[in-house]
């Protein structure tokens, strides 16, 4: 008896006699659950192919939006190269012009006429004249020589940025019209 009962457990699995019109009712049921499923997964592609191009989109305006930065920060750096440049120019000009007035003071004839009154050495005033006139000489173009290289220095600095400046333009462009 023992044993009839023990094989009849065995061939239910959870003890209890299933009648067989359930069965028959869970597989439409099952099928009706995998068509939603199969209609869910269907919705969830489409929204995830539109959200990938929202993504797309939205990095491109960003894209363009760190160019649009990018070029705002290097036309203004090309502008403060452009005043600089202007200010060595003018300081270069400054200098040029203290270099001809030594330069002047340096003839012969003009130091040959220097005011020496009074002096009991008149020669030792014009060599002293003379020094100083070629130090300060000396001074200048060493200032001048700086400010030359200050100047190449500026110039392809300002070439670079403008170089990039194209580059970023028509980046930028063509990123807002691909």
Do not use: C, W
């Not at 539109?50 to 160019?67: F, N, T």
């Not at 930065?69 to 600089?84: F, V, W």
């Amino acid at each position: 008896m023992k044993s009839i009962l023990f094989a009849s457990l065995l061939l239910v699995p959870n003890g209890f006699a299933q009648e067989p019109s359930a069965a028959k009712v869970a597989a439409p049921a099952e099928k009706s659950n995998q068509v939603e499923l199969r209609k869910t997964v269907k919705q969830l592609k489409t929204e995830n192919e539109r959200l990938r191009a929202r993504i797309s989109e939205l990095e491109r305006k960003l894209q363009g939006v760190s160019l649009r930065d990018h070029l705002t920060q290097e036309e203004q750096r090309a502008e403060n190269l452009q005043s600089q440049l202007v200010n060595v120019a003018a300081q270069e000009a400054n200098l040029q012009a203290q270099m001809d007035q030594v330069d002047e003071q340096l003839r012969p004839a003009n130091i040959d006429n220097l005011p020496v009154y009074g002096s009991l050495r008149p020669e030792e005033v014009r060599e002293s004249a003379r020094r100083r006139l070629t130090n300060d000489k000396l001074r200048i173009q060493g200032q001048l020589d700086v400010i030359s290289q200050s100047k190449t220095r500026l110039q392809s600095s300002l070439s670079v940025s403008d170089l990039l400046i194209q580059n970023l333009r028509m980046q930028l462009q063509s990123s807002l019209h691909p």
